[in-house]
């Protein structure tokens, strides 16, 4: 890829918006970029696609797709191998270099335990640490019965990006085998995993959103997310507004989290509702209000709020744990 293709697509980038690029590395990666080309994500960042097998590469669609190690791989994957991946991402540097040059955030999203996504993540990190562009990481844990040798890589991942990315949010795929059920294919489960990801992504641009009523801005939202910590999101629906409250509250996401002592919080929430349209200021005062006092005895809270054409509510929580 050329740079000049880099600045055309960010030339496209409303004035003044922050330019953002979201990039999938790896078949995970690239299957989760192909999820958001259908959502209302293309329209609001840059979608990139990287990977060292060329055909996973092209069926995202994707509009900025770079192709790594062709040399080493010719283009047929990396065999489940974190170095051969790691290589490619560095006989492709310069590629890489091109891709991130202008980027006020980048985020990636890869899975950990093959080969593309735990070698080539960490170096397109790095990359981006050189040229000081803020970052957050999306890993994906692969299932428990992909193996022991599998999680034991994914984990080597997480460990890298922590020490790379503003936040690293860790995603489990076990944790939606169970939300599906026993009965479930592993293709509905990785299709219905992907979707996941892009409400979680969604969800975490919607707080620096124009159209949202309440907003934080996007030096706001880099605050929030730097610290090296390791975040957890999640989504969370509900019918009305007062279960919204207890739901938020009771949220296992939180009850990992030390209470706050001495006013230091080693952990920052970030949270964005969507309401219906009857949904007023006020409303979306209270229920803040009631947040604010059930969960700032753990953590610097910030919200924002959008109003969107259903009935129901729905809420996004990103936790992002520092460790001191
Ligand atoms: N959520 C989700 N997880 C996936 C998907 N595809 C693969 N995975 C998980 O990601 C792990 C790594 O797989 P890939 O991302 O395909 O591996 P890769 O990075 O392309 O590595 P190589 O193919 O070896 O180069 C797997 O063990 C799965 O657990 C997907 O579409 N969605
Ligand atoms: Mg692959």
Known sequence: MSTNHAEMMFALAEDHAPKILLVGIGGCGCSAVEVMMQSSL????????????????????????????????KGLGAGAMPHVGEQSARESIQ??????????????????????????TPVLLEVCEQLQVPTIAFVVRPFSFEGKRRLVLADTLIERCRNLAGTTFVLENAKLQQALGADAKLDDALEAANHYINELVSGLLATIDSEAIARIDFAHLLSVLSGKG????????????????EK??????????????????????????????????????EINEALHEQLSSYADLTSGFSVWDKPSFRVVLFV???ST
């Open 248 to 285: 938020v509250a009771d949220f296992p996401l939180l009850q990992s989290i030390q209470p706050v002592e001495d006013g230091d919080s080693n952990a920052k929430i970030l949270m964005h509702i969507w309401a219906p349209e009857s949904f007023t200021l006020a409303d979306y005062a």
């Open 95 to 120: 590629d890489l270099e091109a891709l991130i040059q202008g980027a006020d955030l980048v985020i990636t999203v890869s899975a950990g335990g093959g080969g593309t996504g735990t070698g080539a």
């Open 320 to 322: 992002n744990h520092i």
């Open 42 to 73: 293309a329209e609001k960042v840059t979608l990139a696609a990287i990977n060292t097998d060329q055909r996973e590469l092209k069926l995202t669609k994707a509009p900025v797709q770079i192709p790594i190690g062709e040399v080493l791989t």
């Open 230 to 245: 390791v975040g957890r999101g999640s989504v969370i629906e509900s019918a009305n507004s007062e279960t919204i409250i």
